[in-house]
């Protein structure tokens, strides 16, 4: 982020993040995201492989209240 002198802005997904830039449409803005968001609100990829570690991951978890009978 600090490479490219960017303000980080949370938002709730990174495919939201995507649609806010392009319903934005200021050129500015940019996002952090999947190529398959990029492809769903056909916006350009600018830079890839912006991570700093090689073996960075990310996790998804399913979690659900336990259903009692």
Not at 1 to 23: C, F, H, Q, R, W
Not at 34 to 52: C, F, G, M, N, P
Not at 60 to 66: D, L, S
């Amino acid at each position: 982020m600090e490479k490219y002198n960017l303000e980080p802005v949370s938002t709730y997904d990174t495919t939201g993040a995507v649609e806010i830039v392009k319903k934005n449409g200021n050129i500015e803005e940019v996002a952090i995201a999947s190529r398959l968001a990029t492809k769903i609100y056909d916006i350009e990829i600018i830079v890839e492989d912006i991570q700093k570690n090689p073996y960075n991951i990310t996790s998804f978890f399913v979690i659900t209240r336990k259903i009692t009978h």
